[in-house]
């Protein structure tokens, strides 16, 4: 029977932080020895048209994906991407959660992106059951869900669209409803009032999704959310256990003054539960992606820095000054496009700072980052007096720190593509059918990507590692005709997806 999501289809898309290998990161960091992701069985439960597991299979050709979704249109949709790609490790197929049975078999990892929140009650309980029984000894669970105290905000307009859209049908209509409200509240509220500042914060959020996700995600009948403590001991009921949020960033107090942690630790009393609880009330937390595992895994509870030697660390950080001094102990200031800035005087983090973001968007392995950095600042030098072994612990810490803070990335095993362009550049095929059937762009890194601009589509087709630079410029000549294009402009362009990590070539 069709369902609302094959009336009106949910456009799929790559979520970086449900990959296996930064599950598999996270895993390592808490203590566990998780399956390399390289070599991993993965199950996405609602995957819809395979936006997320799709390109993970392409990424990850030694190891085997399932995705199961209710949608039937939606499962057609992705499986004509995986027949154009020919992926043999992949199966999707139209399934209800509820009958998912043992013959299934077993994963190590299962992901529930954008599914626990929009079902009822037996669905959740049977989610939970699925990432019980289904999961590998040494396995990871990603659910992500609806959170409270910020939910009660989201909650409070979702109410006000409901009563608005009653009398109407259709999920288009309702969707076109629902926003006319929304302006006219916040065009009602010019003053600077509490309730204008909430108005303002939450609509724009809400304005700028697709009409699919704001239907999808606001007004469909089941919208379910809760406090972190409440999922927990959900979870606890079938026997598992919290690992840790995919973003170290949400489990960070050190955002608030010290005498702040210092009361959330006094509060919580060494309860990591009831600390994260806290902080959720203090960050008026919205939406959780939690990771669950078997209960009775011991963990660390604190990541563990010996283990980041075993990583590859990436960063888009670019220095300030022209010619950052990583020699010397003055400061240099360092930004992040999505994560603010840092400054550090401390000369062997310059240096690996300043080399990662050199290499951008490629990952270098830690052991490689010390060597570069103490060369980059002397320090490897017989008479700057200082050791590797201290080097390497050091450095360990601060990229520990930095990850948390989201200022790098780490990974187990760094994807492959091409950072420079070739004599004839070639783009990846996964990205090549999502142009194709106007789907929404997955990088080699497993990002969402937006290239919204045509002539960047267009180019991209023709990247297939059999044209050389005359040929991309005159037949983008032709097809941009009468708008001009330059050797100089293709170049960047070339340069511009390079960056992108969508070349493999
Ligand atoms: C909000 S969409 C999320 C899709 C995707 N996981 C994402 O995050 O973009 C929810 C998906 O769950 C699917 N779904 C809902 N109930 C289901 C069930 N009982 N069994 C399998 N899939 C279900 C829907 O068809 C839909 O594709």
Redesign the pocket.
């Known amino acids: 029977m069709p369902?609302i999501?094959d009336e009106f289809p949910?456009p799929?898309?790559a979520?970086g932080q449900t990959h296996p290998d930064h599950l598999a990161t996270l895993a390592l960091l808490f203590g566990m020895t998780p399956a390399p992701a390289e070599q991993c069985r993965v199950l996405e439960?609602?995957?819809?048209d395979g936006?997320?597991v799709i390109p993970m299979a392409f990424g990850l050709p030694r190891s085997c994906f399932t995705g199961?979704?209710?949608?039937g249109s939606?499962i057609a949709r992705g499986q004509k991407i995986i027949d154009e790609l020919h992926l043999t490790n992949i199966r999707l197929q139209q399934?209800?959660?509820?009958d998912l049975s043992a013959d299934f078999g077993e994963f190590d990892y299962i992901i529930a992106?954008?599914?626990y929140s929009?079902?009822p009650p037996e669905?959740r309980e049977r989610i939970l059951e699925i990432a019980k029984s289904r999961l590998a000894a040494n396995g990871v669970a990603f659910i992500s869900y609806n959170a409270y105290p910020g939910g009660h905000l989201r909650q409070t307009l979702r109410e006000m669209m409901l009563f608005h859209t009653r009398n109407i049908s259709g999920a288009r209509e309702r969707v076109k409803g629902a926003r006319e409200l929304l302006e006219f509240l916040v065009q009602s509220h010019p003053e600077q009032d509490a309730y204008s500042m909430f108005l303002r914060f939450e609509v724009e959020a809400l304005l700028e999704r697709k009409p699919e996700c704001f239907y999808?995600?606001e007004l469909e009948e089941h919208n379910h959310r809760f406090y972190f403590h409440e999922f927990i001991a959900d979870a606890a009921r079938h026997d598992l256990q919290y690992l840790s949020e995919t973003r170290l960033l949400n489990m960070q107090s050190g955002v608030f003054p010290p005498e702040t942690s210092d009361k959330i630790n006094a509060l919580s009393q060494d309860d990591d539960i009831v600390r994260e609880q806290y902080l959720d009330f203090l960050k008026l937390r919205n939406f959780r992606q939690t990771l669950l595992c078997h209960a009775g895994i011991a963990l660390n509870r604190s990541p563990n820095s010996e283990c980041v030697a075993q990583l590859s660390v990436t960063s888009q950080a670019r220095p300030s000054s022209a010619e950052p001094d990583v020699r010397s102990t003055a400061a240099e200031e360092f930004n992040f496009p999505k994560s603010g800035k840092m400054s550090t005087n401390h000369p062997l983090a310059k240096a690996a700072i300043l080399h990662l973001g050199r290499i951008w968007p490629q990952a270098v392995p830690f052991i490689e980052l010390l060597r570069t950095a103490r060369n980059l600042s002397g320090r490897d030098d017989p008479s700057a007096g200082a050791p590797i072994v201290e080097d390497s612990n050091w450095l360990s810490d601060m990229v520990l720190r930095l990850f948390a803070a989201d200022f790098l990335e780490l990974c187990v095993h760094a994807s492959k593509f091409a950072s420079t362009v070739s004599d004839r550049p070639a783009a990846s095929p996964l990205v090549h059918a999502q142009v194709r059937a106007s789907l929404n762009i997955t990088n080699l890194r497993h990002a969402s990507i937006s290239l919204d601009d045509e002539a960047a589509r267009h180019l991209l087709l023709m990247l297939d590692g059999t044209r050389d630079r005359q040929q991309l410029l005159a037949e983008l000549r032709s097809h941009l005709a009468p708008a001009e294009v330059t050797a100089g402009q293709l170049e960047r362009k070339l340069e511009e997806l390079a960056q992108m990590a969508v070349l493999v070539a």
Do not use: E, P, R, S
């Open positions: 369902t999501y949910y799929g898309k979520f439960l609602g995957c819809g936006g997320n199961i979704d209710l949608a939606a399934f209800d959660v509820m992106h954008g599914l929009w079902v669905v999808h995600d």
